[in-house]
């Protein structure tokens, strides 16, 4: 009777010891595998995931289908996003005073955006909404198909692209490889000294007013050249299948001495 009760005795003592074994492996553990915290977010996924942009191209509300803008391979920094229609998937439409400030030129507008004029090299530009006719310096320009005209869309002029192939003889519109900007390759250059809002009063936008640019007593900004600002270029970064990139950008400055009219008294 005496060696099962010892045995019995044994198998308690071994129990015991076991279950304060186990005890001092859990207590040496390390606690970050008890209150480990999920792994954060990089900096620049964070980054990514505050701002996440614009996916171009994209849809409006209108059905419109909206680009970036690009110029002579810069991005034009700008919430006027030129377009497309549905049926008119190659021909877009581009803001003409953006495009005109990336040139290094104010332009004059009405106050429903219907009308835009300025002056480049000499030449004065008349854009009306609606018009299937654009003046610029001494030639007209009209579409074959009079429906297709510059509009105005969220405060803002719009022009077909064909009326942009006009600015020099080696000006083409075209959409970006991944069809994510609408183009613009111009080789114009533009002089300041002759361009801007210098000679231009308000009454080119009117339909069928002045064609000429009037310069005589008005002082030419020295700060500006007459051109009323300038085109500032810089670099942004934007995230590309995961990782930063630099890309080339323009936007337009007002003049801080002419306050952007190119004139002084």
């Avoid at 391979?73 to 006027?80: A, D, L, P, Q, R």
């Avoid at 004065?124 to 579409?143: N, Q």
């Avoid at 050249?225 to 990139?245: K, L, S």
Wanted: hydrophobic share 35%; proline share 6%.
């Amino acid at each position: 009777m005496k060696r099962p009760f010892f045995i019995g005795l044994i198998l308690i003592l071994c129990l015991s010891l076991c279950s304060c074994g186990s005890t001092g492996i859990i207590e040496n553990e390390p606690t970050a595998s008890i209150t480990e915290q999920p792994a954060q977010p990089s900096a620049a996924l964070q980054t990514e995931e505050s701002n996440p942009g614009v996916s171009f191209p994209f849809e409006d509300d209108e059905g419109r289908t909206r680009y970036r803008l690009v110029i002579n391979g810069t991005e034009v920094e700008t919430e006027n996003y030129p377009f497309t229609l549905p049926d008119e998937p190659n021909g877009g439409y581009y803001p003409i005073e953006d495009v005109l400030n990336c040139f290094g030129v104010a332009c004059l507008t009405n106050e429903d955006k219907s009308a835009c004029a300025t002056v480049i090299n000499n030449a004065l530009i008349k854009v009306f909404a609606d018009s299937p006719t654009l003046t610029y310096g001494s030639k007209t320009i009209s579409a074959v198909d009079t429906k297709v005209v510059p509009v105005v869309v969220d405060g803002a002029l719009y022009v077909p692209s064909f009326f942009l192939m006009q600015l020099s003889d080696s000006s083409i519109v075209d959409f970006s490889d991944d069809r994510s900007a609408a183009t613009l390759e111009t080789d114009i250059v533009v002089d300041a000294s002759i361009s801007g809002l210098v000679g231009v009063d308000v009454s080119v936008l009117e339909q069928g007013g002045s064609s000429q640019v009037i310069t005589e007593g008005e002082h030419r900004c020295s700060k500006c050249g007459g051109a009323g600002g300038y085109n500032e270029q810089y670099f942004d970064q934007v995230m590309v299948n995961g990782r930063w990139q630099q890309i080339p950008k323009s936007r337009w400055t007002h003049c801080p001495v002419c306050g952007g009219s190119g004139t002084v008294n």
